[in-house]
């Protein structure tokens, strides 16, 4: 068999198919108007995709557009509250009519959580599991047909290091991104004869305003920046870094600096990782 054969042979079952620009590419980007999702809207911007963008704040996120739409892009800006299903669905019908297509969505809205398990109601258990789970799964079975139908998209779901092991005051976010973890590793063996991507993206410590909105027991946002987030990655390092594991179709990514250690140590030496998680701030 020669070289181009077994090239032909491997693009049908998918193994080449990976996409090598996003240029006039759909992209839907929830948690679109701070942080990473800021971030990979510019970054998709730039490489002239067709980008989609929501979160609650109608202002931040028309600000972001305006500065992807300098890069040449189209945006469509689709303020809601990803826990709301039924301004979800209408979002989707929205977006279906105004884009046609979606070819790449990426699940990234979310919140963390700065409390004990001691003292956190089980509301607040409640709510992380809503938006950090439930809310991307929906959103993926309103858009996984299409996707099926065509024989082409790709899902990104933005976990965390904290979907990888448990790290303490974060009890409910560890459950929830574990889950997406379970639920996108199980979904991508479901689509492995289509062609239908799934990656799943896991960030260390990303400077982001991501403690500052984390969830306390009060239910109120913590406000605080961490010293961890304020050292970690900038978050257009970590959106450039998403966009090369999604044109590598990588399926599951670590993405940070010196914190990810703990991802092996809890690997391949979980003793030192029950006497350093107590620690980690
Ligand atoms: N930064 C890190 O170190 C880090 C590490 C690991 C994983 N992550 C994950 O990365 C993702 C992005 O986090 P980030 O660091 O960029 O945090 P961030 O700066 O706080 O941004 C969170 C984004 O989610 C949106 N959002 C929150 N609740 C929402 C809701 N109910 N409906 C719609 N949008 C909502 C926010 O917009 P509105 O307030 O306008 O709704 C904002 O755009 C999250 O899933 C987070 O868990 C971050």
Redesign the pocket.
Known sequence: MSYTEMRSGYRQIGYFHHMQNFNQKVVWI????????EALAYAFAREGARLIL????AD?LNRVAVTCRKSGGQVLVVP????DLTALEAAVVQVKTEMDQVDLLVL?????QRSVALESPLSLDRALME??FFSPVALTKFILPDMIRRDEGHIVA?S???GKFGVPRRTAYCASKHAIQGFFEALNAEVARTRVKVTIVS????Q???SL?ALTKEGVEHGQMDKG?LE?MP?DLCAAKILRAIKKDKKDVLIGRKELIMYFIHKWLPFLYYRLIPNIK
Do not use: C, M, W
């Not at 929501?54 to 704040?57: E, F, I, L, Q």
């Not at 990234?108 to 963390?112: I, M, V, Y």
């Not at 960030?203 to 990303?206: L, N, Q, V």
């Open positions: 929830t948690g679109a108007s701070g942080g990473i999702g929501t979160a609650r704040h931040k809601l509250d990803v826990t990234n809205a979310g919140q963390s938006l950090n933005i965390s290091l904290a960030p260390g410590r990303i982001t305003e991501i909105h987030q970690g978050a």
